[in-house]
């Protein structure tokens, strides 16, 4: 935790010396947190964001699908994914954040993966 | 009388270099005789590179031991200093992400680059100097002790010489074209734009990286941009990166209001 504390004020800290594909808060509200389970119905391992396909389904029932943006492959890779990390129909919760157009999409943070185990998918909200 | 002279004069030197001018060389903390050195005697840049960033670390934060936790290093640095006439286009453009090269998947130009999130590779030779960048999968070819083409056109990462002074790699790089940004939001620049970059390797292995940024036609004065650059913690691979294949995001954007 004292790790993840010094790396957040170090990056906010940071500014404008790091350059990402885009900003945050250009697509999504780090004041809404969401956190979603459902199941995987497809990972899509490209540039310049990873993404996972979720089917995600309400209390009456009925399946939504939700889209996770994540770090690019490249990111993902050193940070401890690997594509056969999660497969299609398995069960997954995603934490991240609301995008601003009111779509289906999210931004992903922290994935908890079928085993328990927890990985980053995207950035901080920053 | 002389003595508040000198003081005055020391006081005027320190405000000069202490807001966004050219710093001093980039202090060695020890004898440069301890800096890994290539054939020819020249401090050996050669490896894989990386500003501060989370692919670097990784999401625990993890530093190896004698790094220390800085990103930055020399004077502070002010705010760009934009003409005042350009104040409101560089806030227009800072407030929609739409319009930032990057979120086009253009290359990044120099020196935004080397503050990407992704790492970079130095291939050094007696005669040139290589800068593979995975961002975007974009290189840069830097001739040594060579004048700059007589046919020059703008280009995204412009044209770079380099030359050696002293234990410093210095990079003019010049023929950009105006699409890409300075660092930081909205920060467009002109065709104009000059660039001195300083590569300067520190005895603990880390290099102490500036550019100056001079633009007559948007810019008051010379801008820097200074960082640490490290060395991956990993045994790493620049890999490829295709930015335009699935570029979802700017259908996606929603821009800020123009405060």
């Known amino acids: 935790m004292r790790h993840i504390l010094l790396l957040s004020l170090l990056l906010s800290s940071a500014g404008l010396r790091l350059s990402a594909h885009h900003s945050f808060a250009a697509e999504y509200d780090g004041l809404k947190p969401v956190t979603v389970t459902g199941t995987v119905a497809q990972l899509d391992w490209r540039n310049p964001h990873a993404y996972i396909y979720l089917d995600v389904k309400n209390e009456s029932g009925a399946v939504k699908s939700v889209i996770v943006e994540g770090h690019p492959p490249n990111i993902l890779r050193r940070t401890g994914w690997g594509k056969d990390i999660i497969k299609v129909g398995e069960s997954i919760t995603v934490e991240g954040w609301a995008s601003k157009d009111g779509s289906n999409r999210m931004a992903g943070r922290q994935v908890t993966l079928p085993g328990g185990n927890k990985l980053y998918w995207g950035p901080p909200s920053q | ?259």
């Open chain 2, 1 to 259: 009388m002389k003595k508040l002279l000198t003081v005055f004069l020391f006081a005027y030197l320190f405000k000069l270099t202490a807001w966004g001018q050219p710093a001093p060389a980039a202090p060695l903390k020890n004898a440069p005789a301890k800096l890994p050195r290539a054939a020819d005697g020249k401090p050996d840049l050669t490896g894989i590179w990386q500003a501060f960033g989370v692919a670097l670390f990784g999401e625990t934060g993890e530093l190896r031991p004698g790094e220390g936790t800085k990103s930055v290093w020399g004077p502070p640095v002010g705010p760009a200093p934009y003409r005042a006439d350009l104040a409101a286009k560089v806030k227009a453009l800072a407030s929609d992400d739409r319009l930032n090269p990057q979120v086009q998947c253009k290359m990044a130009g120099v020196p935004r680059i080397t503050g990407s999130v992704v790492p970079f590779e130095i291939i050094q030779t007696p005669k040139k100097i290589a800068i593979l960048y995975e961002s975007n999968h974009t290189f840069r070819i830097i001739p040594i002790d060579k004048p700059h083409p007589t046919d020059m056109y703008p280009a995204y990462m412009g044209d770079s010489v380099g030359r050696w002074e002293g234990d410093t790699f210095v990079v003019d790089v010049t023929s950009f074209n105006d699409v890409t940004w300075l660092p930081g939001p909205g920060h467009f620049h002109s065709e104009d734009l000059h660039v001195t970059e300083r590569y300067t390797l520190q005895p603990d292995n880390t290099i102490y990286y500036e550019a100056i940024m001079e633009d007559p036609k948007v810019l008051t004065k010379p801008w820097s941009y200074r960082l640490i650059l490290r060395h991956t913690p990993r045994d790493e691979r620049i890999m490829e990166t295709d930015c335009a294949e699935n570029n979802q995001d700017p259908q996606h954007i929603i821009p800020a209001p123009v405060p």
